[in-house]
């Protein structure tokens, strides 16, 4: 799986993820508490939408750089959320100060949802990367010419092996 093919996955699920995620949210705030819905809700979905879109650009850079990197990566991307996320609670608690409880608990749903769901994509991602690297080790070693050499193939490829 080529990393264009990952980013077009994650990008079709973080969308899909973030206008389900909204729709819910925003039905509960309309139906069942509507005295808590705040004028900013929607810059929530559209703040973990973006950083989304950033996040899986990070995680394209790193994977550029090489494929130990990518744990690094996604490491980058947790904290860079936590501290932007921790400025967004700052800012709206002193700056706008409207509604701040159902602010900061909008946003840590919505926060932890876009963990679940980061941690979730990157988990498979990894398990796949594995197994196609288990599987490209598994072609090599079995068609390797020492192996052929063990196996009763001819000497003539095995020239570092052992001879009978």
Known sequence: MTIEAVKKKFIIELTAGTVVLSAVAAAVFRFLIPGCYFAWFPLIPVFFF???????????????????KIAMTYLVGKVLKLVLSIFVLLFYGFVIGKDVVSFVAAFIV?????LFFETRFFLRFEAKLKLSKQANNEKITVHSNDT???????????ESGNRR
């Open 148 to 158: 052929a050499a063990v196996a009763g193939g001819s000497d003539a490829h095995a």
């Open 50 to 68: 973006l950083f989304g879109l950033l996040y899986i650009y990070l995680f394209a850079f790193g994977c550029m750089l090489g494929p130990g």
């Open 110 to 114: 919505f926060y932890f949802a876009f």
